[in-house]
């Protein structure tokens, strides 16, 4: 059975450049969520996708934006990047939009903005 | 609005004691509740996850507990070892099932 994965590992942007991060969900697995985890702080949730429709979102304004394919990968896209965006980048999979199960998070993307 | 709260901040023990971690949460309306450990730069390791209808879980010398109409959860871990120190999160689900709320986490250093 393979884990969630998420790629890149690291990446180094400028303010107002774009970004796509990208996530592959554990086998079986047909949700995916996004967390924003700045240092010191617990993740932040920033959407989720069931079977390849927006699910939930949270906080954030709609420069983040995200996709799922049908064999349940997913991206965030961030556009207009920030200095406040540098952080580290969680995705997550469960089985079932109903969260009926435990959230199985990857290694994470850590992105920092110059 | 949801808000939890993870109280200490920060723990230092030595090898072999045995401790507690509180995680408090506002709105008793949760569809669930976590426990995750973090090692430090790296991805979320799910540790116990409660169902709301449910009290504790155990998982070897882990063992959570959940009271929902007091807002509370502790994390007990049992003989702690070196390999225990990491930050440790909670975070309830909304009733929704979509969104994990995360507290800031307890950073647990076990000296040998």
């Known amino acids: 059975e393979t884990g969630v994965t998420q790629s890149p590992t690291h990446l180094i942007k400028t303010r107002g450049q774009q970004v796509t991060l990208r996530c592959s969900s554990q086998?079986?697995?047909?949700?995916v969520s996004w967390y924003q985890q700045a240092l010191g702080q617990g993740p932040q949730f920033i959407f989720q996708?069931?079977?390849?429709?927006?699910?939930g979102r949270g906080n954030f304004p709609p420069r983040f934006s995200g996709l799922q394919f049908p064999n349940y990968s997913s991206e965030l896209n961030v556009n207009a990047l920030e200095l406040d965006d540098s952080a580290l980048y969680l995705c997550?999979?469960?089985?079932?939009?109903?969260?009926?199960?435990?959230?199985?998070f990857g290694p994470g993307t850590r992105l920092t903005v110059l | 609005k949801q808000e939890v709260t993870q109280i200490p901040a920060a723990l230092s023990v030595p090898e072999g004691e045995n401790l507690v971690l509180n995680c408090s949460f506002t709105?008793?309306?949760?569809?669930?509740l976590q426990w995750f450990r973090q090692d430090p730069g790296k991805g979320l390791t799910s540790l116990l996850l409660?169902?709301?209808?449910?009290r504790e879980q155990t998982s070897g010398r882990l063992n959570a507990s959940l009271d929902k109409s007091s807002g509370r959860s502790t994390l007990y871990i049992a003989a702690s070892q070196p390999g225990d120190s990491a930050t440790y999160l909670c975070?309830?689900?909304?009733?929704?099932?979509?969104?994990?709320?995360f507290g800031k986490g307890t950073t647990l250093s076990v000296s040998s």
């Open positions: 997550a999979s469960s089985l079932a939009g109903a969260g009926t199960d435990t959230q199985y």
């Open positions: 086998s079986g697995h047909n949700t």
């Open positions: 996708y069931y079977r390849e429709e927006e699910n």
């Open positions: 709105d008793s309306a949760i569809y669930n």
């Open positions: 409660i169902q709301s209808s449910q």
């Open positions: 975070a309830v689900e909304d009733q929704a099932g979509t969104a994990l709320i």
